[in-house]
């Protein structure tokens, strides 16, 4: 979630035991999460995007437009 400037990231994992094996102990359970992160800059939320893959997290925040630099022309006087 994207929201006042800030990055909410939320999750869960749970632990499966695969087909045709059987657990003696486990020693860890159902796992919730919430990390928050300030963002530096205004996002430009509609181009957001979020990609988990091989449990690797990737996310693009692209700046707004008011946040991006821009060229000002100078002009002698």
Do not use: H, W, Y
């Not at 300030?38 to 893959?53: D, F, K, Q, W, Y």
């Amino acid at each position: 979630t994207v929201q006042d400037g800030m990055l909410i990231i939320s999750g869960r994992r749970d632990v499966t035991t695969p087909d045709g094996a059987s657990t003696l102990r486990r020693e860890r359970g159902v796992l919730e999460f919430d990390r928050s992160i300030s963002l530096p800059t205004n996002i430009e939320v509609e181009g957001t995007n979020a990609v988990l893959r091989n449990g690797i997290l990737t996310l693009e925040l692209p700046k707004s437009v008011n946040a991006r630099a821009r060229q000002v022309p100078v002009t002698e006087g």
